[in-house]
């Protein structure tokens, strides 16, 4: 509190006394946070709270995007001008932007409806990454839904490593067809058992090729050595 009312001096230096004034939101007051008309300040103790990448503004009528804050830019990679005035869709996964899910969202936000969930959308290089992402509907004067503040947190790694545990799972390992799951780089992350007694079987046959080969360094390979 002491902290926001600091900003008292400097609006004091240009002639306006007691400009700023903080109160406790009560557990019985009507106001939302989330509304234009009041500056609200949230504090969170701990390192892991986890949605404070955003806000991002958006027009719940058209899905036009108004601004964007430093958080944004720096998870997607885009600047303000690559984004403002441009429609929410370009920056989701192409399918989904285009799909009746995307209008079905837009549509829900513009009926003052909150919506959250996870978004593949594109990074500025052209990779997908994912967002967990909370859409709040901000109100006018006249009740009028006019913005949409989106708070968006990168869960990319996340996803990667849930998928990466998906495929380690007894349906992976125990599978009876050879398999392996590869990065982006085309490194080998993980093989399952019957990839690895492939290779064992045919050891023979594969350093006939690749002198070199061995089955059980095969994880961090590049596989264009096939």
């Known amino acids: 509190k002491q902290g926001v009312l ?7 230096r240009i002639g306006f006394k007691n400009a700023v004034v903080v109160r406790q939101q009560e557990a019985n007051d009507s106001f939302d946070t989330m509304d234009a008309r009041h500056a609200s300040v949230r504090w969170y103790v701990g390192t892991d709270a986890g949605f404070a990448i955003g806000p991002r503004q958006v027009d719940p009528r058209s899905g036009e995007i108004l601004d964007a804050n430093a958080f944004f830019l720096r998870i997607s990679g885009y ?4 984004l403002q005035g441009g429609p929410l869709n370009t920056l989701l996964e192409p399918s989904y932007g285009q799909s009746q899910a995307y209008r079905d969202l837009i549509d829900r936000l513009a009926r003052c409806e909150p919506q959250s969930g996870a978004f593949q959308m ?8 994912w967002v967990q ?3 709040n509907v901000v109100m006018d004067a006249d009740e009028r839904p006019y913005r949409v503040r989106a708070y968006m947190t990168d869960v990319t790694e996340q996803k990667a490593a849930d998928l990466e ?3 380690k799972g007894s349906a992976f390992n125990g599978a ?4 392996m799951m590869v990065d982006r780089d085309l490194k080998v992350l993980h ?15 594969f350093r006939a090729v690749w ?5 059980n360094r095969i994880v961090g390979t590049c596989i264009d050595v096939f």
Request: no cysteine; charged share 20%.
């Open 6 to 12: 600091a900003w008292n001096a400097a609006f004091e």
């Open 79 to 82: 600047s303000v001008a690559d």
């Open 122 to 129: 594109t990074h500025r290089d052209g990779r997908l990454i």
């Open 133 to 135: 992402a909370i859409f």
């Open 165 to 167: 545990a998906h495929f």
């Open 176 to 179: 009876s067809v050879a398999m």
């Open 191 to 205: 093989v399952n058992d019957a990839t690895r007694a492939l290779f064992t079987e045919n050891l023979a046959a």
């Open 211 to 215: 002198p070199s080969f061995d089955p």
